[in-house]
């Protein structure tokens, strides 16, 4: 079943309009600004293992403890910048994905230098096919397996498949002309 379709069963209401707000506004939507591609690329990290409601749940905290997704300040993270991650409750305390997120930032720096941003890269390597595609997350960045690399690219409006043609939703994101069109 699709994400569009899932969500009209949710109960109770609150997580259905949780998940509603997510897919009618962000999900399938392109996003244009590096810090905020970084701030899904955090979040697709995060959900691994765990349940996409769980990150949309603390997807403020995640905003507020990483600097509102700021490139250039979570490269610059020390050891107790990595610790008082560790121990902030509101956000998924992993290690592995708080080194990711701090490693991930010095990439896109670097990305940015040669490119001239981070949607500049991404632009430069599409069109690809998803096995493509996580090809070279693997080898540019940590901890982006599969399904991590699908839904970022997805969420983005890089790979299509966000929204079921028949979906409301689906012609408002055509019209923000995502890359896939292409």
């Known amino acids: 079943m699709s994400y569009c379709l899932a969500i009209e069963g949710m109960q109770p209401e609150s997580r259905k309009e ?9 999900y399938g939507f392109p996003i244009h600004d590096d810090n905020e591609l970084f701030g899904r690329l955090i979040l697709e990290i ?17 905003r507020k403890a990483y600097n509102n997704f700021n490139i250039q300040t979570i490269a610059a993270y020390t050891e107790e910048d990595r610790e008082r991650l560790m121990n902030d409750s509101g956000i998924i305390r992993n290690r592995l994905k708080i ?52 839904e970022f690219l997805m969420s983005t409006g ?23 069109m292409e």
């Open 46 to 62: 995060n959900q691994a293992g765990l349940s996409w409601e769980t990150v949309l749940k603390k997807e403020e905290s995640f």
């Open 158 to 180: 890089y790979l299509k498949g966000a929204h079921a043609e028949t979906c409301p939703v689906y012609k408002t994101v055509l019209e923000q002309k995502p890359l896939w």
């Open 18 to 26: 949780l998940h509603k707000n997510y897919h009618d506004h962000y």
């Open 99 to 150: 080194n990711a997120a701090i490693e991930n930032a010095k990439t896109i720096i670097q990305l940015q230098k040669e490119f001239g941003s981070f949607e500049k890269w991404l632009e430069h390597h599409h069109p690809k096919t998803l096995q493509e595609w996580m090809k070279l997350f693997k080898k540019t960045f940590k901890f982006t397996g599969g399904e991590i690399v699908n």
